[in-house]
């Protein structure tokens, strides 16, 4: 790849408790350079997607990376998802993504991704790992930690350290060939060959996911055809039968 990418300085801000670490790095985003990390160790107003609330408390790692690619560009969700599933592998742990914005792990979500801009000013890179946190009791059954899989306390600035140099990586990737970005997402996309039901604004869709195209949208296989769906606030949910 080019030798004129410019390598990112990261810029640590390690913060106590937060709103939530998107919003404290929207409202940096302009006056900071790309590359400035917020960190905190306990987010009070979380957030997914939607204004969903995401789960938070100590012993998680939640930060927000400020990126300046100067494009619009969906795809940088998988920046995130990729780095998280490296991380993830650095300990010992498989994973893989579940399209568009989740981290799964032996069967559950272990990490989600939130990404948000300001035209082509910056995006905030979001992500959320649990990892020594518990996760709440109504989420036990879809969510799982490091902590739990591992069966021993890795301290979340560790995991920290493991990530950034991952986020480096992929983003490089992201900037200069977006294709090679896609290819990974493919195979680490462990959706794919099964059936799922997305739920969208405009309603539901069944059928079976067949591809991860370069534009970052999913190809499925439904009763009526081939249908693609753009990335966006998509949720899906496996179907074991229909
Ligand atoms: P999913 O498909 O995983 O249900 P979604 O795509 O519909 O989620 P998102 O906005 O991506 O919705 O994620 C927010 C959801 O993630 C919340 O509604 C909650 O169910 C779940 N969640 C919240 N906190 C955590 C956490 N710490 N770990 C795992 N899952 C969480
Ligand atoms: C999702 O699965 O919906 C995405 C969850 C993203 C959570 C992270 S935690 C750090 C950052 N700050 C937030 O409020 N959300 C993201």
Redesign the pocket.
Known sequence: MGDNFRKIEWQIIRLEEVDSTNEYAKRIAETSPEGTVVVARRQIA?????G??????KG?LWLSVILKPGRVDPRLVFVGALAVVDMLADFGISSGI?W???VWAAG?????I?TEGKGSEYVVLGI?I?VN?L??E??RE????MFELLGTKIPPERVLERLLPHISGWYRVFLERPDLLMGKVREKTFILGGTVRV?QDEGELIGRAIDILDDGSLLLETSSGLRRVVYG?????FVEHI
Do not use: F, Y
Not at 46 to 50: D, E, H, I, L, S
Not at 142 to 145: E, G, L
């Open positions: 979380g957030k997914g997607r939607k969903r609330s995401w789960a938070s408390p998680g579940k568009p914005n989740d559950k979500k272990i990490a989600g939130l959320g649990n946190n996760v709440p109504e989420l879809s969510a799982v930690s739920i606030d998509v949720s899906l949910r």
